[in-house]
């Protein structure tokens, strides 16, 4: 579903290379987890994959279902079902949550030629949606993230994310602390999505997030690269020992 190959990325503002000749190959089906110390380029590499024009390739390539990506903004690759949680991580006084998810999903709808939803089916989307994750619809009145607990946001997150049933999912989990109902609401989250025709890739340098999404394959990214990859049990051994060894080897 994904392969990422060879990608060369710098921030276009100040032309650092962040990302240093990175493979990556993800199939449907799989959860993918990537770790790595703070600083690596994992969210960089989570903002380049949803077409951030603040970072540009120079060279390599990104191809979703064998196509490239590359010239694609960032509306077209959501209408192509490829999603970053966080991707609106702002809080937006003034604009009800109800009313964002509404732009969100016409407007991905839109970039597909398709028509926008009649309101009654929205409203029993959302109701649907909002209630396997046991969150409260009155919620959905107040401005999206504006003073919503760190599980609140993780919530509407996830919400976002059922509503829009993309085929990729990235969700980058900052270094921010999750508290562990937040984590837990995280991996329900991510646990619900899995199905043989969706890959979602989890960022993280919280193993503990990882006893609760068993991830297909890990991935360590370090200076820009993939330097290991393994299955759950490497994010096992990265919790034991550490990266050092990993960078070591790969050095
Ligand atoms: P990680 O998510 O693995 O902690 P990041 O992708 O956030 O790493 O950052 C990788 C490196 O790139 C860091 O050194 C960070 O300071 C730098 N960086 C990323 N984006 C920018 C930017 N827009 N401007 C300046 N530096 C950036
Ligand atoms: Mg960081
Ligand atoms: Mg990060």
Known sequence: MLEIRNLHARIAEDGTEIIRGLNLTVKAGEVAAIMGPNGSGKSTLSYILAGRDDYEVTEGDILYNGESILELD???RAAKGIFLA???????PGVA????????LNSQRKAR???PL??????SRVKTAASSLDMDIGMLKRPLNVGFSGGEKKRAEILQMKLLEPKLCVLD???SGLDIDALKIVADGVNALRSPDRAVIVITHYQRLLDYIVP???HVLYKGQVIKSGDKDLALRLEENGYANII???A
């Open 173 to 175: 989990e900052t270094d």
């Open 97 to 104: 949550t109800m009313e964002f998810l509404k732009v969100a």
């Open 118 to 123: 009649k309101i009654p089916e929205f409203l």
């Open 248 to 250: 070591g080897e790969a």
């Open 74 to 76: 960032p509306s077209e």
């Open 216 to 218: 297909d394959s890990v």
């Open 86 to 92: 966080f991707q609106y991580p702002m809080e937006i």
């Open 113 to 115: 030629g398709e028509e």
